[in-house]
């Protein structure tokens, strides 16, 4: 919980400096025939979610109890604009009020053709629905597979992106000034499997990471011809999550940078991609004190997709996805020469004028033998109340990735008022 209630002083400063620019123009509000400047939007949300079988790791069953509020306001400048978006939660799991500043930033043009961003946000870029090869950005793989929404999958970092388009190419460049980790399971909402003690661990926060103060770079190359995007792709940084282990056995994030490519376009009368990927670690192997007893190996994947609307309001898109960690002679790590093998499946239906929306996706593993499925629904009442389910259903053995969930499946419902 440590990342969400972290306020880094640049993003304060830029929360700090909307506040004021809102409260500066408040006089404006009232004034007849005038558009404000400043537009403010933001719901309150109950939400409960629980498992299906009682979790011996776990004193409750629910996986997900709270009341949340969003606030999101924006503010546009002369020729820029300030943006903020803050959760607060009172969560009956951890039995605490916490805040989620997901996003505190300054857009603003840069020449006549760029764009910067400064401030928290959330990045993101890359082909795959759910599965990610040259996305490196921060993610969240604990709150929606506890009950959270799909859109958490993604998490924010303090960053600076700015964005350039040239006519032959546009380049994006993105630099987190201080390591930004996923938001992984570690224990304290989700059990995971030690790979250590050989069991299923879970009930508190048993992870006690060391993280790198570095920084983080990410660069895309993109353009469009004929209808059809080509990516190119480099990353500079750190393993994401701590699933590296020092020569006293601490959880570690070492360095790891990546490239690849994707291209994606019109196929059939849908729309494919392919996506690939190289990741190299940069932690040297060693018994020494200080030094590196195990690491993430070096990693190739790849991902083919397609997607289609087979019918109005009906879309189905498949995904098929292969990765290789290299097998490293010395290397304690439980990947060293693991392969993994996923596809996917998601359907997605639109009904009702576009109030109610349903979207299930399963991915099942053929050569590990697990599996997830997830099941999401959401029924607009009317323009201020939105009611809302989803389900989480793990299988397979507990040293996979999805096999260590099983006992942590879950179905939950909430309720949103819009203002």
């Known amino acids: 919980m440590s990342a969400a209630l972290r306020l880094q002083p640049l993003a304060a400063l830029l929360a700090l400096g909307l506040s004021s620019s809102v409260i500066a123009q408040s006089d404006d509000w009232d004034d007849w025939g005038e558009e404000s400047p400043t537009q403010w939007s933001g719901y309150v949300e109950a939400a409960y979610s629980t498992r299906f079988d009682r979790d011996p790791l776990f004193d409750e069953r629910a996986s997900r109890a709270e009341l949340k509020g969003q606030i999101e306001v924006s503010h546009e400048l002369e020729r820029a604009q ?121 009930g508190r926060d048993l992870i006690d990471a060391s993280e790198p103060g570095g920084s983080e770079w990410g660069l895309r190359l993109h353009r469009r011809h004929e209808g059809v995007e080509y990516a190119l792709y480099a990353y500079r940084g750190f393993d994401k999550q701590p699933l590296g282990a020092d020569a006293q056995g601490r959880p570690s994030h070492f360095r790891r940078d990546s490239a690849g490519f994707s291209l994606r376009g019109p196929v059939f009368g849908g729309i494919a991609s392919f996506e690939a990927g190289r990741e190299w670690s940069g932690a040297e192997l060693g018994a020494g004190v200080g030094t590196v007893a195990a690491r993430v190996p070096h990693k190739s994947a790849a991902m083919a997709a397609f997607e289609k609307e087979w019918r109005p309001k009906l879309t189905i898109g498949l ?30 239906q639109q009904a009702l004028r576009d109030r109610l929306n349903l979207s299930a996706i399963a991915f099942h593993s053929p050569d590990q033998h697990d599996r997830w499925l997830r099941l999401t629904a959401s029924h607009r009442l009317s323009d201020q109340w939105l009611l809302g389910a989803s389900a989480n259903v793990f299988g397979g053995r507990v040293q996979r990735f999805f096999g260590q969930l099983v006992d942590d499946s879950n179905a939950g419902v909430w309720v949103r008022r819009q203002f």
């Open 319 to 348: 995904q098929v996805y292969f990765e290789r960690h290299d097998s490293e002679p010395g290397n304690l790590s439980p990947l060293n020469g693991e392969s993994r093998q996923l596809v996917s499946l998601r359907i997605t």
């Open 82 to 202: 300030l943006s903020a978006k803050l959760d607060v939660h009172a969560d009956g799991i951890e039995d605490g009020l916490w805040f989620d500043l997901r996003e505190a930033m300054l857009s603003l043009p840069v020449g006549s053709r760029g764009h910067a961003r400064i401030g928290r946000q959330v990045l993101s870029w890359g082909t795959g629905d759910l599965l990610f090869i040259n996305d490196r950005f921060p993610k969240d793989f604990e709150t929606p597979l506890a009950g959270g929404e799909d859109l958490y999958f993604k998490a924010p970092s303090n960053s600076l992106r700015l964005d350039w388009r040239f006519d032959a190419l546009s380049v994006d460049l993105a630099w987190t000034p201080r390591f930004t980790p996923d938001r992984y399971i570690d224990g304290q909402r989700l059990g995971f499997f030690d790979a250590r003690s050989g069991e299923r661990v879970g």
